[in-house]
């Protein structure tokens, strides 16, 4: 069956950087695009980022635009998040998602904290 | 990249129908059929109700349907139960290649 597993996350104080993972399994990743969406403790869901099926494109919301990047391997089956100048308002459980948004991992929680 | 606007929160009584409404624009909402809505329950992963504006997932019940018109695409719970609890939000595609989400609605069965 389909799996999406995240990790990576973590407390990091402000300014840092943080690399979040989602490996996937039970279909082929390299057809889909995949998202990260994140919410923030007691908030709404907001979306990140989204990669093409083949990594060639992606786009992010403007709140993370120049600060983090997606990439993906598919070789691995493994979509990742890199989190650079990490501010208090990125303290969120992290998840990844396929392209409908129809499968979901469990999320991965990022503290951003002095 | 404005979120959607819907409403905060709707309720009904057991039986009753709903409609939970999501606001965007020409550049989202209004211009193409990718609006779709999810369910999540305090403390779970949000699941996929309607794609595609009206497409449901195989699996999940006939009495939710998904509908468009405008800029506002609507999802409506009809004969509610109180396993409806929860909050819905929209998501929709937008011309710059990006997705925004709704605000969420709490959603009470009384």
């Known amino acids: 069956q389909v799996q999406l597993v995240e990790s990576g996350g973590g407390v990091v104080q402000p300014g840092r950087s943080l690399r979040l993972s989602c490996a996937a399994s039970g279909f082929t990743f390299s057809t889909y695009l995949m998202h990260w969406v994140r919410q923030a403790p007691g908030k709404g869901l907001e979306w990140v980022a989204v990669i093409s099926s083949d990594g060639s494109n992606s786009y992010y919301a403007d709140s993370v635009r120049g600060r983090f990047t997606v990439s993906r391997d598919n070789s691995k089956n493994t979509v990742y998040l890199q989190m650079n100048s990490l501010t208090s308002e990125d303290t969120a459980v992290y998840h990844c998602?396929?392209?409908?948004?129809?499968?979901w991992g469990q999320g991965t929680l990022v503290t951003v904290s002095s | 990249q404005s979120a959607l606007t819907q409403p905060a929160s709707v309720s009904g009584s057991p039986g009753q129908s709903i409609t939970i409404s999501c606001t965007g624009t020409?550049?989202?909402?209004?211009?193409?059929?990718?609006v779709s809505w999810l369910q999540q329950h305090p403390g779970k992963v949000p699941k996929l109700m309607i794609y595609e504006v009206s497409n449901r997932p195989s699996g999940v019940s006939n009495r939710f349907s998904g509908s468009k018109s405008g800029n506002t695409a609507s999802l409506t719970i009809s004969g509610l139960q109180a396993e409806d609890e929860a909050d819905y939000y929209c998501?929709?595609?937008?011309?710059?290649?990006?997705?925004?989400f709704g605000g969420g609605t709490k959603v009470t069965v009384l």
């Open positions: 998501i929709s595609y937008t011309s710059s290649g990006t997705r925004v």
């Open positions: 998602a396929r392209q409908e948004a129809d499968y």
């Open positions: 020409s550049s989202d909402v209004g211009g193409y059929k990718y």
